[in-house]
């Protein structure tokens, strides 16, 4: 089993930053890939960015990129997500995945297991 706790969240105007961590503890963290992905109310989860078990490969949506960065810290065992620029539609509950493989994915069903997530919040 493994647990992943996020951190991070808040509310930011338009143009602010925020960065979410996510530390994971239970299995080994430094072998498979990790992800974030994001839900708004009444919309589905969807993809934000992803992260090869290395760090050496990243993915990012459309709309986040050029935006958000994500790295990786494989000695704390923690995944983080720079948010710069934020706008009103980021705002979502932040979820961070743990992936079933090394190689970085950009689909849900590619993820074992997520965090409690955290909410983003972005006034204009």
């Known amino acids: 089993q493994v647990q992943l706790v996020e951190s991070g969240g808040g509310l930011v105007q338009a143009g602010g930053s925020l960065r979410l961590s996510c530390v994971a503890s239970?299995?080994?963290?430094?072998?498979?890939?990790m992800g974030w992905f994001r839900q708004a109310p009444g919309k589905e989860r969807e993809f934000v960015s992803s992260i090869n078990w290395s760090g050496r490969t990243t993915f990012y949506a459309s709309f986040v990129k050029g935006r958000f960065t994500i790295s990786r810290d494989n000695v704390k065992n923690t995944v983080h997500l720079q948010m710069n620029n934020l706008k009103p539609e980021d705002t979502a509950v932040y979820y961070c995945a743990y992936g079933r493989t090394g190689a970085e994915r950009h689909e849900r069903r590619e993820y074992a297991y997520w965090g409690q997530g955290t909410q983003v919040t972005v006034s204009s």
């Open positions: 239970g299995r080994t963290f430094s072998s498979v890939a």
